[in-house]
């Protein structure tokens, strides 16, 4: 059975920042690409940023240069620095790890419940 839990959201001003953290656990034998994802209301869910077992990134255009995703592959955690944050950042922010658990050959993807980050003066 595995875990994955965010951590972090809330309501900041435009122009702040904030800081996400994701943390996997349970029968982990091997947490392969991962990354976060954000649904606004209204929206389908968006990929946000990825980051390899080996740590190659990739973001979306609109949080390229602002955002900044990080692992710590000893802690199973990955994090989402967001930096100079715009309204139409507001979304439920979504943590995703593909995740090969003990005793299975092959891996799977694992959602957290979600952590909400609102954009408002």
């Known amino acids: 059975q595995v875990q994955v839990v965010e951590s972090g959201g809330g309501l900041v001003q435009p122009g702040g920042f904030l800081r996400l953290s994701c943390a996997a656990s349970?029968?982990?034998?091997?947490?392969?690409?991962r990354g976060w994802y954000r649904q606004a209301p209204g929206k389908q869910r968006e990929l946000v940023a990825t980051?390899?077992?080996?740590?190659?990134?990739n973001y979306a255009d609109s949080v390229e240069g602002r955002f900044t995703i990080s692992r710590d592959n000893a802690k199973n955690t990955v994090n989402l620095q967001m930096n100079t944050l715009k309204p139409e950042d507001t979304a439920v922010y979504y943590c995703?790890?593909?995740?090969?658990?003990?005793?299975?050959?092959?891996?799977?993807?694992?959602w957290g419940q979600g952590t909400q980050v609102t954009v408002s003066s």
């Open positions: 980051i390899t077992s080996g740590g190659s990134t």
């Open positions: 349970g029968s982990i034998f091997r947490i392969y690409t």
């Open positions: 995703n790890a593909r995740i090969q658990t003990a005793g299975l050959l092959f891996p799977a993807d694992y």
